[in-house]
């Protein structure tokens, strides 16, 4: 190929399932996601690769001892979205997190609305439990260039 130019075969390896992209045009430029499920042929409906992401619209806040109990829930609490994005408008990142996403989240589930909204709900429980675990420290720190 040509030097520079990206190979083809390199999203079908990187951006599998649980690896955390950022997602870099749109509403949620800059923001991180996790990939719930790659499309690397793309779709009948979408004929370009592109993935469905799970990821974070307004991460928690920073939490210190001194905190009362109302402060720290009003602070953990997570704004989520769920997404298909071209690859092209996706960077992967070296981390990975793992959870349980691709049950809740299916393509047939963007279609509907309803379906939708108990799925980004479930995104939300998994999102505010990691961050409490203190689990998967990237995902809710801020990018720093």
Known sequence: GIP???????PERILKPGKVV???????????????KAFHEGTKARR???AIVA??????????????DKEVSRRCK?????????Y????????TFES???????SETLADSAAKKVAAEHVNKVFVQR???GAAPFMFSRLRF
């Open 4 to 10: 520079g130019m990206c190979d083809m075969s390199t």
């Open 22 to 36: 950022i997602v870099l045009s749109g509403r949620y430029a800059g923001k991180k996601a996790v990939v719930v």
């Open 48 to 50: 370009y690769p592109h």
């Open 55 to 68: 990821g974070l619209e307004e991460a928690p806040k920073k939490i210190t001892r001194a905190m009362s």
């Open 78 to 86: 997570v704004k989520e979205f769920i997404k298909v994005v071209n």
């Open 88 to 95: 092209q408008h996706l960077m992967p990142t070296r981390y």
């Open 100 to 106: 349980d996403f691709a049950k809740a989240v299916k």
């Open 131 to 133: 961050f409490k675990d």
